[in-house]
C-alpha cells in the first residue's frame, strides 16, 4: 500500500499564501484519485481538494477560488496551492486516496497555522 509524506505548512498571516507537497512511497501514476484532507481544532477530518488521474478537481466550497491541487505522476507528488488564507484554515493537512480504502492509513500530516 502506498503511504504519504506531507510537507511545507508553516505559520502564515491572514491573505497569505502557502505550498505543501505530498510525496508518496510509490508510483500514483495508477491511482485514480488523490486528495488533501485537513482536520481543524475541534474538527472533524474533511476532505478539501481533489484531483483525478485524468486532470479534473474539485474543491468544498469553503476554499472554492482560493485552493489549487495538482499532481506529478513522475514525482510520485501531489500538490496544494493556497492562497487568500484566513483562520478558518488552520488545520493539519493530509493527502491519501479518494475515496479511501480499509487499507488506508494515515501520515503524521502538515501544519498550517493562520494567524497574525
Known amino acids: 500500500q502506498v503511504r504519504f509524506v506531507e510537507s511545507g505548512g508553516e505559520l502564515v498571516q491572514p491573505g497569505g499564501s502557502l505550498g505543501l507537497s505530498c510525496v508518496a512511497s510509490?508510483?500514483?501514476?495508477?491511482?485514480?484519485?488523490l486528495g488533501w484532507y485537513r482536520q481543524g481544532p475541534g474538527k472533524e477530518r474533511e476532505l478539501v481538494a481533489m484531483?483525478?488521474?485524468?486532470?479534473?478537481?474539485n474543491y468544498t466550497d469553503s476554499v472554492k477560488g482560493r485552493f489549487t491541487v495538482s499532481r506529478d505522476n513522475a514525482k510520485n507528488t501531489l500538490y496544494l496551492l493556497m492562497n487568500n488564507l484566513n483562520p478558518e484554515d488552520t488545520a493539519v493537512y493530509y493527502c491519501?486516496?479518494?475515496?479511501?480504502?480499509?487499507?488506508?492509513?494515515w501520515g503524521q500530516g502538515t501544519q498550517v497555522t493562520v494567524s497574525s
Open positions: 491519501n486516496h479518494v475515496p479511501l480504502t480499509r487499507n488506508d492509513s
Open positions: 510509490g508510483s500514483i501514476s495508477s491511482i485514480y484519485a
Open positions: 484531483e483525478s488521474r485524468g486532470g479534473s478537481a
